[in-house]
């Protein structure tokens, strides 16, 4: 029967050139002989094969010309993914019945899940058997609080054994990660080359923005390549002691990234995926000590003390379960770190911190001497209380920009940070002083803007809270490359309270 | 700005033929002026609008040549949706932050939803603005037992105000509804011509399958039209007291027949949801008095009679909220009724009861009599315990058959029942007598085999609990119309336990 199907059910492929992003499209005709033998149908999910390699795809059905009826097109995620070339022929199978929906299907009725059931739907999300709604269930079915400390610990193990997992030869491999929720918060590039200087391993793997305009892949990527093979980053590291690369494109935690594309389209993190795709990066990179900077404020993502203590301890026992030493960090999460909101005007604070320029911004210098301390003192290799001091030293003689530059080098080399095309300045409407700065809505306006797509885009903060500005002076800047996403951006504001808050100085007279 | 953004990201449209199922997808260029300057990427959501026509879409981004710089392509969902012809302009913008997706969040988070955000939330979805994640998100959230009482009654109340509502000029409406889960129930076609032919109004509104191999939508339409608009529904009411249409095609709770496409990806099919579901639609429809069917056994939906008890008491609290008079008739649920599973095969089990022949399936028939004579009982005009003799009077006197003949001629004229082109007896492996079938691998077998897209695939059950059977004599046969599904239905089987279970008559010799 096996035989009949694959003679029967196989197509040319021909690349249609048509980018749906990381979901594969298949495009038949209606009248085609594997589309009516199989019984396909438009959406059905189909199984695409070309040798060796196989993807589920989703059928679109072509009614007019735009493939002949005996060949079947391939949208550009299948074609590369089943790394087509011009002239293949693929076969068509109707896919196995996805088991491990069932598992999606017990949580959402409030059942808990075992490791056998995380591994097998975290397995098939990193094989790409999930469409973009069975994912979404997943995400909602688990997000809230609706995992148990025990299932996030299950999930980050099979988040990890779904993917590639990196070795060192060294007993000690230091990691740091940020929470976010707090725009600029850009300290990897600050604390990666102050640590890899000192003489720690520091193999950093960083996550693209899920729901910020920016994530440290993004910053990173305006001034180096981020998206390093296994190989490429073992080599960087070897050199220099650190790298700053991409996740996703060393196949760390491989359904992390996946989901994350999910979270972003449903603009939801929560607290047991959150923990488990952090902890399954670090454990995956090979990773040993781990500092988390977890800054706290009333528009951060993390609000109050208590839910970052609770965040904390979740951070601290899945780590130990897994075998890592998990040092918490609460920081200030107030206002955003540094002036720049967005990719490229991120990148150029974190180079005027490394440059020991005078206008740096004193609160991103001050960040990533603290959480690079917090690191080196994690790690054991410097005594509690001495880690700011060993950081500073490292930064102000100059070494730790010579490093960073070396990492920029080894990662491909080194980039000029681009300029938006389009700015428009946001002016106070009174004099009077900074009293609260809404980074919710500051980063909904970057992302509005065009980041993190558009790495030029997003904001640049000229005050901070307690600054005093006069009448119609510059509060913020808008930057976009193209005029319909600055005219988007500001539409918004024109519906919205005032995202800056001008409060008088003085009481009125009385 | 707006006129400027308007004259700028105009484009011509052109059909792509490109069948996507409900979800609107735009083609554009990579470097087409309006893709560059609204920034838009690959997947961002595109507000098109053609005249006074909108639709958000999802664009996907074309490399090659199958669109020009200076077009923009829509697939069907979207050409049909804007009712675009040849040479029509079209606008592209952002669209507006979709702002009710915070209720989702909040609901994930383990929040109650109130009535302003349930219907923010519906209206939404109702008007195809959120993506298949996003509703998918939606469903997940409110799945299993998320949903509190007064939760459900909101939720039915958004989904009735969602779309069209009818009213009649009686002062009794009546309908029924099965909860599903008993592959075959087809007991609608039976019921709506005995309660026409009594008198009583009963516009029948059905569902296409969920999860299920056929819904009664699907079986009816093997006999006749079923989607009719709200006007012609109403003349084939009027002339017949009568009707049994597909509720989508007349926009009653239009934001139910977008979720069900998602319920039935994910196949998931929660209660709160399904009670909003089914009740949205009497409600929507005009009914007053309503019957719903609660098949209990353990392969049915229903498996316990504390569910049942459950499940009922919600049932009879959001009607009365929603001011329905709602009784719950509890039935036999431990195998399948009729012969046929699949819409041609139940479609004929349901023509042999109403021609009263004698191989006509008596659990079918009888099953109808208790519904038709529940429904009578329910309005009041007729006296409890004796709706059942009423209901067989009717139906002996060929008044119901021809009642139904008519209705089918009132709804666009009676067809012919198809027939599927391959077949295959699945036989007994051993003597025996039939101890238990499994209904849910049944079912899911007849959907393997193409049901209910093919309306001719199924199963054909040729025995029933206690029947006797001999070893090679067939159970049931599978109906396809591709070979490939035939076979995928098979080797589902294969690597399956006994789907229907064959005990010895007597134990075995001592």
Partial sequence: MTDLRQSRSTLRVRRMGVDTSHEPVVYMHRDCAVCRSEGFESRSRVEVRIGRRKVLASLHVVHGDLVEVDEAGLSEAAWNLLRARPGDVASFTHPEPLVSLAHVRAKIYGHRLDAAGLKAVVGDIAQGRYSPAQMAAFVAACGGDRLDLDEIVMLTQAMVEAGERLSWNADIVVDKHSVGGVPGNRTTLIVVPIVAEFGLLMPKTSSRAITSPAGTADTMGVLAPV???????????????????????????????????????????????????????????????????????????????????????????????????????????????????????????????????????????????????????????????????????????????????????????????????????????????????????????????????????????????????????????????????LEYALEYLSGQEDIIVVADTEPPAA
């Fill in 227 to 485: 998206d390093l093979s296994p190989e490429e980053m073992r080599r960087v590291v070897e050199a220099q002691n650190g790298c700053i690369v991409w996740g996703g494109a060393v196949r760390l935690s491989p359904a992390d990234d996946v989901l994350i594309r999910v979270e972003r389209e449903l603009d939801i993190d929560s607290e047991g995926q959150m923990v488990a795709s952090v902890l399954s990066k670090k454990a995956a990179a090979g990773s040993t000590h781990v500092v988390v900077d977890m800054p706290i404020g009333p528009t951060a993502k993390v609000r109050t003390s208590e839910n970052a203590e609770r965040l904390a301890t979740i951070f601290r026992k899945v780590g130990k379960a897994i075998g890592l030493k998990v040092n918490v960090v609460m920081t200030d999460g107030t206002q955003p770190v540094g002036r720049g909101i967005g990719p490229a005007l991120e990148a150029r604070d974190v180079l005027s911190v490394l440059q020991c320029r005078k206008n740096a911004p004193q609160d991103l210098r001050e960040r990533g001497l603290l959480l690079a301390g917090a690191v080196l003192e994690n790690s054991g290799r410097v005594p509690a209380g001495q880690g700011r001091a060993a950081a500073e030293k490292i930064l102000d003689s100059g070494a730790a920009w010579k490093r960073f530059q070396a990492i920029c080098e080894a990662q491909g080399g080194m980039r000029r940070i681009p300029v938006s095309r389009n700015r428009y300045d946001i002016c106070a409407r009174r004099p009077g002083v900074i009293t609260s700065i809404d980074m919710r809505r500051l980063a909904l306006m970057a992302k509005l803007a065009g980041a993190p797509e558009d790495p030029c885009a997003g904001i640049d903060l000229l005050v901070r809270i307690g600054s005093r500005v006069e009448r119609d002076q510059p509060m913020f800047t808008v930057h976009a490359e193209s005029v319909g996403e």
